[in-house]
């Protein structure tokens, strides 16, 4: 009404609360509380894919609309910090700004209901997926975190093929062992000290093949074994013996190689997987009239 002065605001049936009063800076200027709405909800998050049934309590403001202007929720009032921030009685010195609200308690419970709706279309909750594995974070986890778990399971996956190829390559050496110790006993031209040779360079190529087996990092860093410089000989024995060891290994290097690379990939694979709300997901625990103090001149931007 034209010539009424404007009164605080109180709305019947809906409590009141107050923002902690920041300690202002030596040039704010006049401070005033402003309505604003808050609601205080849990939220559920739910999925069976997942395996999730994850629960938060959460506070969420906008500030109230004068007139017949519609709430924004999209543009928080104030956002909280873990410590209390709410009171239930306003700092005696600071006056509460007058304006042309026309909010009624059936106004807060339409505002109720575009919040629900605000977040079913909007909220996600996002973790981290496998799809190799299946593997889903936790709502805490870090992707670090979580791709170490990964990586464990990449790990179990491979460490069969693992085994199988060092049997493999350890069954080569024998091969080679075996090929030129016969042929030393049928053709006699093994000095005492090639036999020897022959033993050293068997044990050193076997010993280096265990290095790079293991664990799966040797396949990229290969075995810190170091190889003994090659004294050129002319004897056929000692040569081909080289060749066929620096083979096996070479095979054995190439072989952990592309097993290595595929667990990279495996490894370090994933997906962000949202999960949405339902609007009986969300429990409404309080509704009140919050006032909120700002500053004067930028309370008078609405």
């Known amino acids: ?19 902690r009063h920041a300690e202002p ?8 509380y402003r309505p604003a709405v808050f609601v205080e909800c849990s939220v559920n998050f739910r999925s069976l894919r997942a395996g999730l049934n994850h629960s938060e309590e959460r506070s969420y403001t906008a500030w109230l609309p004068e007139g017949d202007l519609a709430i924004d929720w999209d543009s928080p009032a104030v956002v909280f910090e873990p410590r209390p921030q709410l009171t239930n009685q306003p700092e005696g010195d600071i006056p509460h700004r007058l304006a042309n609200y026309q909010v009624t308690r059936a106004d ?3 505002y109720e209901a575009e919040f629900i709706d605000r977040l079913v279309r909007n909220e996600r909750l996002r973790v981290y997926f496998n799809p190799v594995f299946g593997l889903f974070s936790a709502p805490e986890d870090d992707l670090k975190d979580f791709l170490s778990r990964v990586a464990e399971a990449a790990l ?11 049997n493999r390559f350890e069954l080569h050496l024998e091969q080679v062992r075996e090929t030129h110790l016969a042929r030393g006993k049928l053709t006699e031209e093994l000095s005492f000290e ?21 664990t799966l990092a040797g396949s990229v860093f290969g075995t810190t074994e170091p190889r003994p410089p090659f004294v050129e000989t002319h004897q056929a024995g000692e040569v081909e013996l080289r060749e066929d060891l620096d083979r096996v290994e070479q095979e054995a290097s190439e072989a952990l190689h592309a097993l290595y690379s595929e667990y990279l990939v495996v490894a370090n694979e994933y997906d962000v997987f949202e999960i949405g709300l339902q609007p009986d997901n969300i429990q409404i625990i309080r509704r009140s009239l919050l006032w909120v103090p700002v500053e004067e001149d930028l309370g008078s931007r609405i």
Not at 156 to 166: A, D, T
Not at 194 to 214: T, V
């Open 25 to 32: 800076s030596q040039d704010a200027g006049p401070v005033s």
């Open 194 to 214: 090639s036999f020897i040779s022959h033993k050293i360079r068997l044990f050193e190529s076997e010993n280096r093949m265990a290095a790079m087996f293991s």
């Open 108 to 110: 807060l419970e339409q």
């Open 156 to 166: 179990g996956r491979v460490e069969p093929e693992l085994k199988r190829l060092r």
């Open 1 to 19: 009404m034209i010539g009424q002065a404007l009164k605080k605001l109180k709305i019947d049936g809906v409590s009141e609360l107050w923002f």
